[in-house]
């Protein structure tokens, strides 16, 4: 069933209320993590010390969490960060970025989803299957393929955990076990370029920021960011004038964009 998300209203509210979006966040991407906040408005701070990282959750309205570059230590400034945020009553969002891939990895997520709340878990197919508990493995950070039914296995996993779950994909979906939808948009050349996985979490990290509904606001996120992709993708020459593009397009994107070119399915229980 075709679904109308106003994420306009939304994207209108971070530019108003400029939110403060709190990242420990993946090194190879911070930079692209960072300016994909900025743009749609909000103020993004990359603070990883674990000496500070509680103080800077209390004045933060989102906590964006990715472990894409992890260390064991970095983990426990993620679970300082997490239980501050926690404490303040601000969303928690957690890229399980590689899961599947190693036990380091698998371990950590478990760590974080089991001693911290987590409000909001995102992944990619064999990432989010992991995490479930099904034996698959991730390619590094790529997705493999998954034999599974995900609709049903995120909604299994949104219930169990008690938040909102995301798998991104070719079509995403979002659910919170008790409402679901699915996200057709998007480009092929995302898949072509480092940093669009954690581009979105952070995009939902700010979304997050200005909507209690968290699989509302993760949703709106990414149907935006995916409408600005697709924009930039036909003024683009290839992956590398694509990613400057995409910042432009997100920059610019307005409510005529969203309704016209937004393609959600909203799926009963």
Not at 205 to 210: D, E, H, K, L, N
Not at 216 to 239: D, H, M, N, R
Request: aromatic share 6%.
């Amino acid at each position: 069933m075709k679904k109308y998300i106003d994420a306009y209203r939304l994207l209108k509210k971070i530019k108003e209320k400029k939110p403060l979006v709190h990242h420990l966040t993946n090194w190879v991407t911070i930079y692209d993590c960072a300016n994909i906040v900025k743009v749609l408005g909000a103020s993004p701070v990359m603070a990883h010390s674990k000496e500070e990282v509680a103080e800077m959750a209390q004045i933060a309205s989102s906590l964006v969490l990715n472990i894409g570059t992890l260390t064991p230590e970095f983990i426990e400034a993620m679970k300082i960060a997490a239980k501050s945020a926690n404490k303040k009553g601000i969303p928690v969002i957690l890229d399980v970025c590689g899961a599947g891939a190693t036990s380091l990895r698998d371990r950590k997520s478990f760590e974080l989803l089991d001693e911290t709340r987590i409000d909001i878990l995102k992944g990619n197919a064999s990432e989010i299957a992991r995490i479930s508990g099904a034996r698959v493995k991730t390619k590094g950070v790529d997705t493999s393929a998954v034999n599974k039914n995900m609709l049903r296995l995120a909604r299994e996993l949104a219930a169990k955990r008690k938040c909102t779950v995301v798998v991104t994909g070719k079509e995403d979906i979002v659910t919170d076990a008790k409402k679901s939808y699915i996200i057709k948009n998007g480009s092929y050349l995302m898949t072509q370029i480092v940093g669009t996985g954690c581009m979105a979490a952070s995009v939902i990290g700010t979304f997050a920021a200005v909507e209690k509904d968290l699989a509302y606001a993760a949703t709106a996120g990414l149907l935006s960011f995916e409408i600005a992709a697709e924009c930039a993708a036909k003024v683009s020459q290839g992956p590398g004038t694509f990613k400057e593009k995409i910042f432009d397009c997100i920059f610019k994107l307005d409510k005529k964009a969203i309704d016209k070119m937004q393609k959600v399915e909203g799926k009963p229980e």
